[in-house]
Structure formats: C-alpha cells, structure tokens
C-alpha cells in the first residue's frame, strides 16, 4: 500500500474517475479543460521532460506564475519526479526573484502565466532550465507544449515518503526578508487527513483558486483540499473578469481575505447603498430573495466552507454578511505550522473568534500573551538558517507565533495583537494597534489602516481610502472620519485613544512595496515613510489631516 501523499491522492482519483473534469483555465472567455488523466499524462510527459533535463529526486525546481491550470500540472510533475517545488509570488519583482531563486538552489523553473514577464526576466539566472508555457507567451527557452510533444510520459513516479522533504515556502515578508519554510510530505498529509474529517469538507468540490498559491492557506486550503477530496479547479482569466469567472465556477469551498471581503462588501453597496440595504433586507420575502441573488452574484451561491484568513476579519464586516446569509469562517495558521491550527467549523463558532484548534494541536501562552504551538506538522525549520530556526522554537519544541491571543471560558481563540507590532508612545505606554485597527476598517471608505505613534504622546491612523472613498468629497470624508474617532475613543484606555487621522495620497500596494503578496500592510515600511510626519501632523489643529 502506497504512503499517504498528495501524489498519491492525485493518483488515486486518476484511477476512479479518469474522464471527470479535474482543470477549467479561461482563454479568451471560454474555459479550456483537462479531465484526470489528460492532466496525469500531461504531467507524467513534464515529469519525464525534468528527468531528461539532468534533474534527479529532491532536485529543487521553483514555480513562478499566477493560478493556473498549468501551475497545478507542473506542481504534479515535480511531485513525480520526486524533486522539491519552489513556489514564487507571482508579482515578485526582478530584484526579489534572484535571491529566492539562489537562496533555495533551484536548479530549474516553471514560468507561466504573469502579469509583466518582461520585467521579471532578468530575475532568473540563464544558468536555470527554464520551461515556460506559449499558452502565456513565456515559452522562451523551453515551452511546455513542446515537452508534451517531445517526451513520453515517466512511468516509474516517485514513492513519496512522510519524512522526505515536499516543498520550500517563502514567507511573504511582513517582517523583512522572506525565509524558506521546509515542510515534508507528512506535514502536508497530516494537515489533510486531520482538517478533511474535522471541517466536514465536501467531497469532489468544485473550487476557484486566486489567491497565490505560493501561499500556504491557498496551497493547503485549496488545492491539497482538491486533490485529497477529489475537487474541480477553475481560475480567473484577468483581474477585470475575476468576477464573472467567479460566478460562474460557484464553488462549494471558498477562501478570500479580509481586503477581498472588503471589495466584495463595496460592490455590494454601490448597487444597494446601505440604507436601502437594510430595508430590503427587512421585508421577509423580499429579503430572502435579495439574500440568494447577492450569494449566487457573488458566486457563493452553493457554498458550504467560507474561510477568511491571513490577517483577522474586523466583527463588523463578519456581523453585515451575515445579514446577507453568508456565514464566514475565520482560520489562524501560518506557513510555519502548515496550518496545522485554529479553524472555527460549522457548530463551533463564537463571531470574532479564529476558533478552536485541531485535535493534536498543542497550544500554550507565554507570560507576555504569545501564542505556542506543536504538533507533527510544524516545519522542520527555515532553509539555510539555523540561527533563526532556533530562535523561533522554545525550549519544549514549541513554535512562536508571534501573536498575542486569549482564549475565551470556552476554549475559542481571540487574536489581540501581534508581539512586534506593539509600540510604545512617548508616554512611555504600550500599544497594541491591531485590535484598534480592526475597529477602525469599519468605515465604510477606509480601504487599509496602520495605527501608529511612535515619538509623540498619541497615537495616529494612517488611512487609505478605497474606492467608495475616493468620490466623496473632502468635507465628506472629514466629517466620517472625525466621527469614527468620536465612536471608537470612548472605549480605548487613555493612552490608546486617537488624536488623529491622517489620509494618504496614495494607496498601498504590492507594486509600491507596501503591501505584502498577500494583501497584508507591512508596517515597517509603512513607517520607514512617514515617521518623520508624526510631529507635525500631531500638532495640527484639525482631527483629521490630508498627506
């Protein structure tokens, strides 16, 4: 009996259902497809092309692009070559792909579908085989089409073993420079078996994957979850048709984070302004067939499993979709503990919580509040780096998460801060911004928030607006903003309350490096920009300021 594995739970629905639908990739608006086996030969033949190329077993081979069909294949084939994947954030620049690529000593690389390849070329070292698609126009040194084409599929697949090494994540970099997590094919297939029974997940559910899957919530979330499960992948084609490939996937499992509720939540509200909401939504009949054409518009419409995750999703956004019947999950893990963590399920939820662990997860607090965790799926260290291996496990083996957490009578967990973001105002007190955060995103112009105050009695919000924002006025936006502060004030402890808030004139993104791959706002570089400010905008007259 062959080990447990994501190979061969591949495998073995290849072998029960080879003729059911397994990839849908949009071209051009209409939606390509591959069944089981067309994509198992696809990837044995990409398998056997990596052999031909010199590559052997635990050979290190990256992934650079965006989801897709193609992203899902060359992950098999290197799973059957036995070689180790390297998956890369696909809006990486040129500058940030070199070292990834050299730290983690690939020796060759998938590049498919990308947004500006040109750009991000001179990122990858000639020396690398490099096998693009032409589907994309990438297949410049090597093109896939012509491996399938050229090489016969490898029939001897890689036996995969619970101790051998899978996959080498780079974290995303909110707090500096990535770090090569190394996960092992058993950290992986336990995180499967465990969460499959635990959450009830479907079986052969229809997916839609966006979110990067060089992400460990995107990687274990959805596709391990349908290759275990037997699951159908379906993908946006652009940006600007994310939506109607969306609705027309209607997935049965679906995972966004806190940004992409937020614009889903803004869609909403320019067709129905939330008075006008609220009404429709009282009358009883109407209201249920307001709720059911939302959901199925959004492509919600048989959705079973709606996670968030990533960055914790403020109570005001999880209490209005539940009013529109979307009842939204929230799960805490991180690529160090390969989610291997807190899920809320259907039946144990408690609103605002991350809920409960899985079973087998060891959990404890430090005396300053930091979460610690253990179980067999944490990784088995950062690649290359022993002293920051080190530093991140306790004496017991237990991983520091950095959070700081409480747990309710009833076992739910609460996320309170993170332990590096605290800063310490010049009163010399501590502050904790990313519960006030939370408070603050509430509004419904704000698109990101970063509560700072280092050097000055107070602290400040640093606010960008989103689009519903940026077509108020400015009268407007002083007034909404001035009244947020007036409502959240009174129930923060003095040295926590606002003085003021300050609207930037640009937006943080991934491009202008403030934004971390996954949408998160990374606060050092955020305040690397605009401490210098803080004393002048502190001592302005008005509440709330403009850049």
Sequence with gaps: MATS????????WEAQCPQDLFLRQPFNGNWTTWTWQQAGEEARRIAQGLRSGGLQPGDHVAILSKNCAHWIMADLAIMMAGCVSIPIYPTLTAASIEPILQHSNSKAIFIGKLDDFTAQQPGIPE?????????????????????????????????????????????????????????????IDRVLQTASQELTLPRRPALFSYLPLSHIAEKVGIQMNGLYNGGT??????????????????????F??????????????KKFPEKKLRTLLGIPLLGNLLRKKIRQKLGLGRATHIFSGAAPLSLDNLKWFNRLGIT??????????????????????????????????????????ELLVKSASLMKGYYKEPELTAAMFDADGYLRTGDK???????????????KDQFKTDKGKYISPAPIELQLMACELVEQVCVVGMGIPQPLALVTLNEVGRKQSREAINHALSVLLQQINPGLEHHEQLEKAVVMKENWTVENGLLTPTLKVKRNEVEKIHQPYYPAWFHQAETVIWE
């Design 256 to 269: 966004a984070v806190p940004r992409i509720w937020g614009k889903f939540r803004e869609g909403i509200l």
């Design 405 to 419: 957490v409480e747990y309710d009578h009833e076992g739910f967990l609460f996320i309170t801060g993170r332990v």
């Design 5 to 12: 594995s994501p190979l061969a739970a591949f495998l073995k």
């Design 328 to 369: 939204i999950f929230q799960a805490y893990g991180m690529t160090e503990d390969c989610v291997y963590a807190h899920f809320e399920r259907p039946g144990t939820r408690r609103m605002g919580s991350v809920g409960k662990p899985l079973p087998g997860l060891q959990t404890k607090i430090s005396p300053e509040g």
């Design 127 to 187: 020396e690398l085989l490099q096998i693009g698609i032409t589907a994309y126009g990438t297949g410049l040194q090597h093109a896939w089409e012509d491996w399938c084409q050229q090489h016969t599929p490898l029939v001897q697949l890689h036996e995969w073993q619970p101790d051998e090494l899978f996959t080498i994540m780079y974290t995303s970099g909110t707090t500096g420079q990535p770090k090569g997590v190394m996960h092992t094919c058993g950290n």
């Design 233 to 254: 992948f379906s993908f946006a084609e652009t940006l600007e048709s994310f939506g109607a490939n969306l609705e027309a996937t209607q997935p049965h499992c679906f």
